[in-house]
């Protein structure tokens, strides 16, 4: 496809329930990162990879949240037992390579509500 | 460490006004710097940057200057419209360090502008 995308673009989780949420990059894109948008915030990295490899996971919130990329394309964010707290839109972005001129392409987002 | 401190919002606007949306930094290292729009129901799109200090940012009519005295990059438009009501965010990356990939971003401006 022409750009990032994710699904699902929205989910409803029941406190306690396990997501995954998906993430198609740009074919051909080396770098992958997620970042967590809360109501009314900016958003936040959380982690990033660099093909299979997950270079930094530091912004993961609590070891609830995993993240893989097994083939160095798709990539899964799961977030098991969600809590209310974990209610945010999830952005997904990739880069070509890895560089401060190389811009981050970003999808659209999937909107995690936990009721 | 990092961080990003833009103007808050709602800004409503009449169409041909004047636009400002200022935005302030904290850095460890040098940043390069970026303003991001998203428009309703899409993804976060890049709309400016500027990489080194008195560099001007521009495009579709916003211009942005990098003032590394006042660490600052205030987002401008000489005249708005309709089409370019969307969320605005400031964004830093800094180039030194393990992870200049990481994108550190303001809580963001919602703009709108009435015809």
Known sequence: GAGVSQSPRYKVAKRGQDVALRCDPISGHVSLFWYQQALGQGPEFLTYFQNEAQLDKSGLPSDRFFAERPEGSVSTLKIQRTQQEDSAVYLCASSLVVGLADEQFFGPGTRLTVL | ?115
Request: glycine share 10%; aromatic share 12%; net charge neutral.
């Open chain 2, 1 to 115: 460490g990092n961080s990003v401190t833009q103007m808050e919002g709602p800004v409503t606007l009449s169409e041909e006004a004047f636009l400002t949306i200022n935005c302030t930094y904290t850095a460890t290292g040098y940043p390069s710097l970026f303003w991001y729009v998203q428009y309703p129901g899409e993804g976060l799109q890049l709309l400016l940057k500027a990489t080194k200090a008195d560099d001007k940012g521009s495009n579709k009519g916003f211009e942005a200057t990098y003032r590394k005295e006042t660490t600052s990059f205030h987002l401008e438009k000489g005249s708005v419209q309709v089409s370019d009501s969307a969320v605005y965010f400031c964004a830093l990356r800094t180039r030194s360090g393990g992870s200049n990939y990481k994108l550190t971003f303001g809580k963001g401006t919602l703009l709108t502008v009435n015809p």
